[in-house]
């Protein structure tokens, strides 16, 4: 059964979480954690068929590495969930890499990018190219890539985006057009 809470109720165990309530930890992992799942699963869904991670073990790794962050100034539930946008994108990077360092020559870790897709861009790309360009892309427009780390790695629409990054969703769907272009540009050199 699903509780319903407010986005206040998220950031006051926020608040308390980061006093050192344990309490308030308990109650933030109880409301969160379908959350996480979903964007977990939304994730794995645009993952090529050898995929070693499942989602349990994403939402695990991604939940323990946020949870490390105790001492962030959570601003609100809306700065929790790009903070956690960004672990889950870390995580899965750093799982690409050992892959790749793991093969030593064969074929790179393949994701699938269909919602990034435009024209002539191959179906499947090297997921450290993409952290790369996100990279070179948060250098050039923090707010671009932060639009595609929230869409590609945590799944959420442009409604939600917009709501996250308190802009208009027509602004979430220029920028992230523009991302687009400049990804695919990076990505196909």
């Not at 960004?86 to 690409?96: E, G, P, S, Y």
Request: aromatic share 8%.
């Amino acid at each position: 059964m699903k509780r319903s809470t407010s986005p206040t109720d998220i950031t006051q165990y926020l608040a308390k979480w980061r006093q050192g309530d344990q309490e308030a930890l308990s109650k933030l992992t109880l409301i969160v954690h379908d959350e996480f799942k979903h964007i977990a699963r939304s994730y794995l869904r645009r993952e090529n068929s050898n995929c070693s991670i499942q989602t349990t073990e994403l939402v695990n790794e991604s939940y323990i590495r946020l949870m490390g962050q105790r001492s962030t100034d959570w601003q609100n539930r809306k700065h929790f969930y790009a903070v956690a946008a960004k672990v889950m994108r870390n995580f899965l990077i750093d799982h690409a890499r050992k892959r790749k360092n793991s093969k030593r020559g064969r074929d790179f870790n393949f994701v699938a990018i269909e919602n990034i897709q435009l024209a002539d861009l191959e179906k499947e790309i090297d997921l450290i190219k993409l952290d790369d360009a996100l990279t070179l892309l948060e250098e050039i427009n923090g707010r671009q890539s932060r639009i595609v780390e929230l869409k590609f790695f945590a799944g959420m629409t442009s409604r939600e985006i917009s709501g996250v990054l308190d802009i208009s969703e027509i602004t979430v769907k220029r920028d992230w057009l523009k991302a687009k272009v400049f990804l695919y540009s990076e990505l196909s050199k």
